[in-house]
């Protein structure tokens, strides 16, 4: 996954737990760490990428981001987006072929609050 890292602020840090859990799960990602207000997710391999996404809970307004995840096949941004979806998450973009270039198939969801996460499959 060619995610360093990243930060997002949530609203509530059960909700996200839960909706992150199911949405990554495609990727092979997991709860990390949690040491509330925050929570990380990641792979766990104890590797680099251990941990790229945090959470954090905020009083302040949150201003919206977007996270593209690149995914190894058409079937990993199907699976995304259905987990996704199942897990509270409103559609922002069915998995399809886009016009940002050839073979480029993605699948965008709205998190809990309002994040534009992103799966796709760039074939060669």
Sequence with gaps: MPISHAKLPVSDLGTS???YAAALAPFGWRLVWEKPP?????TGDGGE???PIAFE????????CHIAFAATSRTQV???????IAA?????GA??????????????VLDPDGHNLEAVYKAE
């Design 17 to 19: 737990r839960a909706f």
């Design 49 to 51: 990428d251990d941990g």
């Design 38 to 42: 925050a929570l990380e997710f990641g």
């Design 88 to 92: 509270g998450g409103a559609d922002n």
């Design 57 to 64: 809970v905020t009083e302040a307004p949150i201003a919206r």
């Design 78 to 84: 199907d699976a995304f987006y259905a987990a996704a």
């Design 95 to 108: 998995p399809g072929d886009r016009p940002y270039g050839a073979h480029y198939y993605a699948a965008f």
